[in-house]
């Protein structure tokens, strides 16, 4: 789900650290012995090592529950919900990995505050997603709110604006020597639909951009925001500000304005 070029940041950043990265490779068999381990894949290529990590992943814990019986309707995923997370029995509400979608204890987290609001207070809630951010903690870490790149332009074609910002370009990040990723921002009509970050701290970095997705925050009132100097969050404030750059030295009309005002200053 995260955008490919900053996970290849991350892949190459973990291959250049001697790690091999096997993808697409299906297991079809595992065989030997405490200490000396070996993986079959199903294109027949056999991978050895000393210890093995199974991360199977998690599906919701509900089959001895009986949903049935008190008319809530389910299937693999979880218990089937509308979007004020509600199931099929009105009194029967389901937060988390069990209501499917996004499996972060976070978002569980939110949809409790959803719940909440809908099931004591009787006011009108829904669960969105377009704003709720992840992150995965490798070195360097990757991060994502709303789409990635590919998504945007499916969903906004020429109205979308993709803006690159290296982190070279922090001083922070230059001093502790950590000055190595990226921050992508994916902008259609002026406002951020998608950040892809890569780098140090990118899963702090993200909170960021995830309170502008939820508010919908224009680039303007993003680029204005003012940040202690120097930290790591000043990213976020410089590639905002990379969005007016063309707008502001590159347009020809910007120019022909500043020159005539120039010619009247003292």
Do not use: C
Request: aromatic share 6%; net charge positive.
């Amino acid at each position: 789900k995260d955008d490919p070029e900053l996970a290849a940041i991350v892949l190459d950043n973990l291959r250049a650290e001697g790690i091999e990265i096997a993808e697409d490779a299906m297991a079809k068999e595992i065989r030997g012995k405490k200490g000396a381990i070996e993986i079959e894949a199903q294109d027949g290529r056999v991978f050895k090592g000393s210890h093995l990590l199974m991360a199977v992943g998690r599906k919701p814990n509900i089959d001895k529950l009986n949903l049935n019986v008190a008319g809530v309707e389910y299937d693999r995923t979880g218990v089937k919900v509308g979007a004020n997370l509600r199931s099929t029995n009105r009194r029967v509400y389901a937060v988390g990995d069990v209501a499917g979608g996004l499996q972060f204890t976070h978002v569980a987290g939110y949809h409790a505050g959803v719940v909440i609001k809908s099931m004591l207070f009787g006011l009108p809630s829904k669960a969105k997603t377009a704003h709720i951010p992840w992150a995965t903690y490798t070195d360097p870490e990757l991060a994502q709110v709303g789409l990635i790149e590919a998504q945007a332009r499916e969903q906004h074609g020429g109205k979308l604006e993709v803006i690159r910002f290296d982190f070279a370009g922090n001083d922070r990040l230059i001093a502790e020597g950590k000055a190595k990723g990226l921050i992508k921002l994916m902008v259609a009509k002026g406002r951020p639909v998608g950040v892809s970050i890569a780098g140090p701290s990118a899963g702090e970095l993200i909170g960021f951009w995830a309170m502008a997705l939820a508010n919908n925050l224009k680039m303007g009132q993003i680029a204005a925001t003012v940040l202690p100097y120097p930290t790591v969050n000043e990213v976020n404030k410089r590639a905002a500000g990379a969005y007016f750059t063309p707008r502001l030295f590159e347009n020809a009309n910007v120019k022909r304005v500043v020159g005539f005002v120039q010619r009247f200053l003292p």
